[in-house]
């Protein structure tokens, strides 16, 4: 097969992997800042602790996070089924990847929420700040620039959990490389698609680099 027939394929796969990476990063990444936030916030000793919610979303990040996606994709299959009405496809793909970012990227807010100086949340609370407003406008806010890479992290992640959503027909350029790559031993194809994500991944993480850098010169 040549080029002037794999061209409209790429294109669409191309297409493909965009909309998964976009909507997952936007639903896991709002999920995951509830789930981090949380997470931070209900711990011992800290603005709303709750030994129980802090408890049970630490448990569900610690099975679910250390689970291999390609795993997780189809173990999840009839719970994809139910809320999807399918499991193959673009839509199907994004379900599980939102899931799993989700849970990714909420340890990694928690992370960095974490490490702000307690020092300053003190002397918000000295000032009869509400807990919210503690959260939202002081530890959100000097945790943003680390948050920011945090999230770039997630969006490599996100992208190689789209390639590896092809193997089981989730489409987009894993499905291609593997296709019209791998099983066709073109490995044209697969170099190529190998670079148009490393270009892809490359150009994340140097916006993400920009982006940290000046909230932290701010």
């Given at each position: 097969?040549?080029?002037?027939?794999?061209?409209?394929?790429?294109?669409?796969?191309?297409?493909?992997?965009?909309?998964?990476?976009?909507?997952?990063?936007?639903?896991?990444?709002?999920?995951?800042?509830?789930?981090?936030?949380?997470?931070?916030?209900?711990?011992?000793?800290?603005?709303?602790?709750?030994?129980?919610?802090?408890?049970?979303?630490?448990?569900?990040v610690n099975i679910?996070?250390?689970?291999?996606?390609?795993?997780?994709?189809?173990?999840?299959?009839?719970?994809?089924?139910?809320?999807?009405?399918?499991?193959?496809?673009?839509?199907?793909?994004?379900?599980?990847?939102?899931?799993?970012?989700?849970?990714?990227?909420?340890?990694?807010?928690?992370?960095?929420?974490?490490?702000?100086?307690?020092?300053?949340?003190?002397?918000?609370?000295?000032?009869?700040?509400?807990?919210?407003?503690i959260l939202f406008?002081?530890?959100?806010?000097?945790?943003?620039?680390p948050l920011i890479?945090?999230?770039?992290?997630?969006?490599?992640?996100?992208?190689?959990?789209?390639?590896?959503?092809?193997?089981?027909?989730?489409?987009?350029?894993?499905?291609?490389?593997?296709?019209?790559?791998?099983?066709?031993?073109?490995?044209?194809?697969?170099?190529?698609?190998?670079?148009?994500?490393?270009?892809?991944?490359?150009?994340?993480?140097?916006?993400?680099?920009?982006?940290?850098?000046?909230?932290?010169?701010?």
């Open positions: 097969m040549d080029w002037t027939t794999l061209l409209p394929q790429l294109g669409t796969a191309f297409r493909q992997t965009v909309i998964m990476v976009v909507i997952t990063l936007f639903a896991g990444g709002i999920g995951g800042l509830i789930i981090g936030t949380a997470l931070y916030a209900t711990r011992p000793g800290n603005l709303a602790q709750n030994k129980i919610i802090f408890t049970i979303l630490n448990v569900v679910v996070r250390p689970i291999p996606f390609i795993i997780f994709i189809t173990a999840i299959g009839p719970l994809t089924l139910a809320a999807i009405g399918t499991t193959i496809g673009v839509r199907a793909a994004v379900f599980p990847m939102s899931l799993m970012a989700a849970v990714a990227i909420g340890r990694i807010v928690e992370q960095n929420l974490v490490a702000v100086d307690p020092g300053v949340v003190e002397a918000a609370r000295s000032m009869g700040a509400s807990r919210l407003r406008s002081v530890v959100i806010p000097e945790a943003l620039a890479l945090g999230y770039t992290f997630m969006f490599i992640g996100i992208v190689d959990m789209s390639a590896m959503a092809g193997y089981i027909g989730g489409g987009g350029l894993g499905d291609f490389a593997i296709t019209y790559g791998y099983q066709q031993f073109n490995w044209a194809v697969t170099w190529v698609t190998v670079l148009i994500m490393i270009v892809i991944v490359q150009g994340a993480q140097l916006l993400g680099n920009v982006l940290a850098k000046k909230v932290l010169h701010r």
